[in-house]
């Protein structure tokens, strides 16, 4: 199982990113890929995840309206879009997968993590 994120880079408040999350090793039908990430001196925290099993989405209540998730099941990728960007969501963004299958942005629901991708948000 891998997965790698990219996509990370400096931008402006209010600016956009998109962050790609490559996976392979796995079916997405039975998991769920989350993205989290980590701010410097701040524990991990989930952002957003979507899984197949419940066909649904879900935000923490920080990134809600801003970011959308989605997936591209032909390239097995999972796509974080980023809008209205504030320096607080600087952080490592990490995207993870649970075979769970359920919605849920605990880490320890998740059983395999990429490597993060660094977004930088400049007020």
């Known amino acids: 199982v891998q997965l790698q994120a990219s996509g990370g880079g400096s931008v402006q408040a209010g600016g956009s990113l998109r962050l790609s999350c490559a996976y392979s090793?796995?079916?997405?039908?039975?998991?769920?890929i989350g993205w989290f990430r980590q701010a410097p001196g701040k524990e991990r925290e989930g952002v957003s995840c979507?899984?197949?099993?419940?066909?649904?989405?879900y935000y923490s209540d920080s990134v809600k309206g801003r970011f959308t998730i989605s997936t591209d099941n032909a390239k097995n990728t999972v796509y974080l879009q980023m809008h209205s960007l504030k320096p607080e969501d600087t952080a490592v963004y990490y995207c993870?997968?649970?075979?769970?299958?359920?919605?849920?942005?605990?880490?320890?629901?998740?059983?395999?993590w990429g490597q993060g991708t660094e977004v930088t948000v400049s007020s």
């Open positions: 993870a997968a649970s075979r769970l299958s359920i919605i849920s942005i605990t880490t320890l629901d998740y059983n395999y």
């Open positions: 979507i899984s197949a099993g419940e066909r649904s989405t």
């Open positions: 090793g796995f079916s997405f039908d039975d998991h769920t």
